[in-house]
């Protein structure tokens, strides 16, 4: 069984979503078991197959049974992997969370959310494994679409803020398959590592710049990296909140996996550092993220708002450590892409806790929180944490190999910048705890009048159990994550560091 | 901005363009395109298949996978409107409009009735008065059968002539669609219940990636037909093709019940009542 694992991450999901959506439409009951199955498959067999690969070396598997180029192939090494197991385990954590949100908001549509929820997650994990330029388009597209229509289920703008991110999503994936298209015009081969090798006596050529150019600026719409992130604040801070906590720590991060494995392992860094010799111009632009995505942050006055900008400067730190050109700062953009998933939805899941209770995450909302909802709070307070940059929080360490990375590189720019937006997050994070805090409870919420005058009888109201378990798990998982740093990086993504790096 | 706009399309335009020049000519049978995996395909498409059809063959074999999730795409665009457009309140207004069958009087109702109107004698309509063609609505339903019929030689000739399940489910999805234009929606959902749409798009991918996960519970790869052949009871090459066949009929099922339950869903805003 063991060597179809790679098969089983993507097809576990896959036929359960359509079982979801069958049970949607005959036992709508159903539906949450099947989901769950689904991606307790695609769980285990990732986690499998991470095992796998760290024992005995990369997998290739054979879709269909045909041999590279001709037929489809899932190349999996350390990257993917722990990606792939990654991206399972948040889906599945988030959705054992989602039940209680789904069934107040909507219980007449169970069936398809859950269906378009499984299928998100399908897509993702088969862009991860998938080692062929154009099977990752397919897979693009069917995660693409079932943002759009998870994101546009959301309430008051989300419509709007879902038209949007269609429009600039598709431009993004129209530039990635004409990327593709280019490259399968000069080389006739579509798989990742038969271009890889087609590539070489290529380089020079201004078809094969255009692609390079044109792939990377689809990825980039995708991943909203500054300043193509229009369209992420709106989607992610209209989203339902079960959408937005599974969209916003995966979406942007599969995307920064994707540039990557692009960068590593199609191009080659060789290619990237001679050829393009763009790195500082790709550098600076990261700067501005982190910069942009901080200051925005800074003039929001919803949670949900604030956290979508704070992604946006997110991008900007790994998508900078991947283009300085150096081993530790590839080794901190790969760190971070396994912590910032954690973060974010761990940050995310608690919006969505304090939205099913107070429905609303302006910050006027917030306050008194820390009195009604304690733990929420405190999982929240770890997200915060683990954001700014506080050891032993996971966000700290990815950080510090990030500033190394920029110190080496002689990147100024990049270090102080990366500083500069740690900083804002205590400010944007401690703005928060301070309004939950030290602010009275706002009337007319629990119906409290008569008594709460000093805030002391400020009933308990915390989220039901089925959305505290996972995010405590979740804010646990940020503590775990930073003490198995050492680990991670030295069995897991250092191995798979091109050498061509220096 | 609109100048910047304008100059950073003529830029990325002028980028694209110009990387043409290293492009093989037009039609080169030397461009890599033609030399690399090409040849294979030509040469061993009868020999690994039996399907004559080589674009079927690199379709539903040697890129099967692609095409299963490309199944998928239509088959998540169909639940996305759903989700999206589906709504069970009924149209504000209470007016019906009804048709009498004898005299072609239209009749308004400004409430709806308590007990609706015996169906042979009064014909309900949509709210414009949708005009009554006998000769459009009787031409369409003689030929909505024969639409089927080509739609169902489609899906199965694919193996031999330009074809198979995506285009053979738009001509049988085209029929139902036909019959809502040229009747109404309401007799088109008769015909074809939405329950009916939402299971059959589901169930259309699950023929797909049944077949493809029945080949891993065989002992085989995902999707490699050949190992499905002890239980087919042929050799692994007629295997192959007959695995083909199958995937198109689910490719067939799912494209033509997702095109019926989005056009339900747009047409009339969510609510399956009436529109166009």
């Known amino acids: ?502 | 901005m609109k100048a910047l706009a304008l100059a950073i399309v003529a830029l990325v335009g002028g980028l694209l363009i110009s990387a043409t020049v290293d492009f093989p000519d037009w039609g080169d049978p030397a461009s890599p395109a033609a030399l690399h995996v090409s040849p294979r395909y030509i040469e061993k498409t009868m020999e690994d298949t039996s399907v004559p059809n080589i674009v079927t063959s690199v379709l539903a074999d040697y890129r099967g996978f692609d095409t299963m999730f490309e199944t998928t795409v239509v088959f998540t665009a169909g639940v996305a409107c759903f989700l999206l457009l589906r709504r069970r309140e009924p149209r504000p207004g209470p007016s019906r409009v009804y048709r009498h069958r004898a005299s072609g009087v239209i009749v308004e109702m400004s409430q709806a009735p308590d007990t609706e109107p015996a169906p042979e004698v009064f014909k309900r309509i949509d709210d414009d008065w949708t005009p009554h063609d006998l000769i459009v609505m009787n031409v369409c339903r003689l030929l909505i059968p024969f639409i089927q019929l080509f739609g169902l030689y489609v899906i199965a000739h694919g193996h031999h002539s330009p074809g198979g399940g995506f285009q053979g489910g738009v001509i049988l999805g085209a029929s139902v669609i036909l019959l809502a234009l040229s009747w109404d929606l309401r007799t088109a959902s008769l015909r074809m219940r939405e329950v009916a749409t939402g299971l059959m798009s589901a169930i259309g991918v699950f023929i797909y990636a049944g077949v493809g996960a029945l080949a891993l519970a065989m002992g085989g790869n995902f999707l490699d037909y050949a190992a499905l052949a002890p239980i087919l009871m042929v050799d692994p090459v007629a295997a192959r093709s007959l695995g083909i066949f199958f995937v198109e009929v689910g490719v067939g099922l799912a494209v033509m019940a997702t095109m019926v339950l989005i056009y339900k869903n747009l047409a009339s805003e969510g609510r399956l009542d009436q529109g166009l």
């Not at chain 1, 069958?22 to 307790?40: Q, S």
């Not at chain 1, 009048?449 to 996972?470: I, T, W």
């Open chain 1, 1 to 502: 069984m063991s060597e179809q694992y790679p098969a089983l991450v993507v097809i576990g999901p896959l036929l359960c979503a359509l079982l979801v959506s069958v049970a949607g439409w005959l036992r709508p009951r159903l539906c949450l078991p099947f989901a769950l199955l689904g991606l307790g498959i695609s769980a285990a067999a990732s986690t499998g197959l991470l095992a796998q690969v760290l024992t005995s070396g990369p997998v290739t598997y054979r879709l269909g049974g045909w041999a590279p180029p001709w037929g489809i192939v899932y190349q999996v090494d350390n990257l993917n992997a722990v990606v792939a197991a990654l991206v399972s385990w948040v889906a599945l954590f988030n959705l054992a969370a989602s039940y209680r949100a789904v069934m107040t908001d909507y219980p007449e549509k169970i069936g398809p959310f859950y269906t378009l929820y499984v299928l998100a997650v399908t897509g993702m994990l088969g862009m991860v494994v998938t080692g062929d330029a154009f099977n990752l388009y397919v897979l693009l597209e069917i995660t693409s679409l079932t943002g759009y229509a998870l994101i546009g289920l959301g309430g008051g703008r989300a419509p709007l803020a879902s038209l949007n991110y269609l429009f600039l999503g598709t431009i993004g994936a129209s530039f990635y398959l004409l990327g593709v298209g280019y490259l399968y015009i000069v080389t006739g081969s579509l798989n990742m590592a038969d271009l890889a090798k087609l590539l070489t006596p290529l380089y020079g050529s201004l078809a094969l710049l255009a692609a390079f150019a044109i792939t990377l600026v689809g990825l980039w719409m995708k991943m909203a990296f500054f300043p193509l992130h229009a369209w992420l604040p709106n989607a992610y801070g209209f989203a339902p909140s079960p959408a937005a906590s599974l969209l916003a720590p995966l979406m942007t991060k599969v995307m920064v996996y994707v540039m990557i494995r692009v960068m590593i392992s199609v191009f080659t860094v060789e290619f990237i550092l001679q050829e393009v010799a763009l790195s500082q111009f790709v550098v600076w632009l990261a700067v501005a993220a982190m910069v942009a995505g901080a200051l925005l942050a800074l003039g929001q006055r919803d949670l949900k708002r604030m956290l979508a900008y704070i992604v946006v400067a997110e991008v900007g730190y790994m998508v900078g450590g991947a283009w300085l050109g150096n081993k530790l700062a590839m080794t901190g953009a790969i760190l971070h892409i396994i912590n910032d998933a954690v973060m974010t939805f761990c940050v995310f899941l608690a919006a969505g806790c304090i939205y099913q209770k107070t429905r609303g995450t302006a910050f006027e909302d917030l306050q008194g929180l820390f009195k009604k909802m304690p733990w929420t709070m405190t999982a929240l307070a770890a997200g915060a944490l683990a954001m700014i940059g506080v050891p032993p929080f996971c966000g700290f360490f990815s950080k510090w190999y990030l500033i190394r990375g920029g110190l080496e590189a002689g990147h100024w720019g990049f270090v102080i910048a990366l500083l500069f937006s740690s900083l804002v997050n205590v400010v944007l994070f401690f703005r928060i705890f301070e309004i939950a805090f030290f602010e009275p409870m706002s009337h007319g919420h629990g119906g409290h009048e008569g008594h709460g005058e000093h805030g002391g009888a400020v009933a308990l109201a915390e989220a039901p159990l089925s959305m505290l378990l996972p995010l405590m798990a979740a804010a646990l998982g940020l503590v775990a994550l930073g003490l198995a740093t050492g680990p991670l990086v030295e069995k897991i993504i250092l191995p798979i560091i091109p050498a061509g790096l220096g």
